[in-house]
């Protein structure tokens, strides 16, 4: 099973969306289980289940796991292909978003679009090199940091753009022959806290006399 994998057809996109059918995805990323098995889990009649893993099947969201034998019945054991699933923009790709279209270093929405061109390039480059039996060779950076105030904030943007600037202009080689071109893209946002459960309701118990 892959760690996470990219979702680049419309249509296996559009599966996956589905309520019931994402929730059988979270439901064999966590192992194998047959359409009985997981009934009893979602509410629904075997046969209804067997239905959305056809689906999940045929898109390849999920594969055969093992067979076992009950009775006169085959019992077919399902998995899921990925323990998640990231949807590509390319599955709407006719509106996907274009970061060269503008360019602003302190648009949030130029960001998002960084992200989302991120999202589509290293998704095609896996599945590329997993056809290939390749290895792909990437680097990623993630770290937090808390700025005393936004003019440090400031200060920490203009010594980061002056830093890889340079590193870009020492390394640079477009007129290298057998060279390869790579895409940088740094980022820098506020950090999105997580949701806290609401606390339960207090009971107050009912006085009588």
Avoid: C
């Avoid at 054991?77 to 699933?85: E, F, G, I, Q, V």
């Avoid at 060779?137 to 203009?158: C, H, K, N, W």
């Amino acid at each position: 099973m892959l760690d996470v994998t990219v979702i680049e057809d419309p249509a296996a996109a559009a599966v996956s969306l589905d309520p019931i059918r994402a929730r059988l995805l979270a439901e064999l990323a966590a192992g194998p289980a047959s359409a009985a098995m997981l009934a009893g889990k979602v509410g629904l009649p075997r046969q209804k289940v067997n239905y959305h893993l056809k689906a999940l099947e045929r898109h390849g969201l999920i594969e055969l796991a093992s067979e076992r034998r009950k009775g006169n019945v085959t019992e077919r054991l399902m998995r899921a292909t990925a323990a998640s699933y990231v949807i590509s923009p390319l599955a709407l790709a006719a509106v996907q978003p274009d970061p060269d279209r503008f360019r602003d270093q302190l648009s949030a929405r130029w960001l998002l679009a960084l992200g989302a061109r991120l999202v589509r390039d290293v998704g095609t480059l896996i599945t590329g090199a997993t056809k290939a039996r390749k290895r792909l060779a990437t680097y990623a950076l993630d770290g937090e940091v808390r700025f005393a105030s936004a003019a440090d904030r400031a200060a920490f943007i203009q010594e980061l753009t002056a830093g890889v600037g340079a590193l870009i202009r020492k390394y640079d080689s477009p007129d290298a022959e057998g060279g390869r071109d790579h895409r940088i893209v740094v980022a820098v946002h506020p950090t999105v806290k997580p949701e806290t459960p609401s606390p339960a309701p207090s009971v107050v118990p009912e006085l009588t006399d």
